[in-house]
């Protein structure tokens, strides 16, 4: 039986021009994807909250603490962690800590 996917059914909504992505654009992790941007603009503004301004460095930093934090508490690569906060900074901490520690978002 071939999938019905084979097609690419969906493709006949798409505007003129689009293309796939290429599965091997993302042939890393989101770590590893985002690395150069907090290497290269530590300086530059990332979120913007409240009045308060933090930079890519400052994420990265704080990312870091939050990750050796689940670490040192026993997480190990693949465990999940949730993570109940709302749209603030420190669900980007969070989410971002937790993924370098190599643990799962839930």
Known sequence: MTSPYTDRFWRKNWDEGLTDLDPNL???SY???VRN???NY????ALSFQGLEITFGQI?????????MLIDQGFKKGDVV???LPNIP???I???GTLKAGCVVS
């Open 60 to 68: 990265d930093k704080s990312s870091n603490q939050f990750a050796h």
């Open 42 to 45: 530590p300086d530059k503004m």
């Open 26 to 28: 993302w042939e890393t």
């Open 37 to 39: 941007i907090f290497e």
């Open 82 to 84: 949730g993570i109940n």
């Open 31 to 33: 770590t590893d994807a």
């Open 90 to 92: 420190e669900y980007v």
């Open 94 to 96: 969070a989410f971002i």
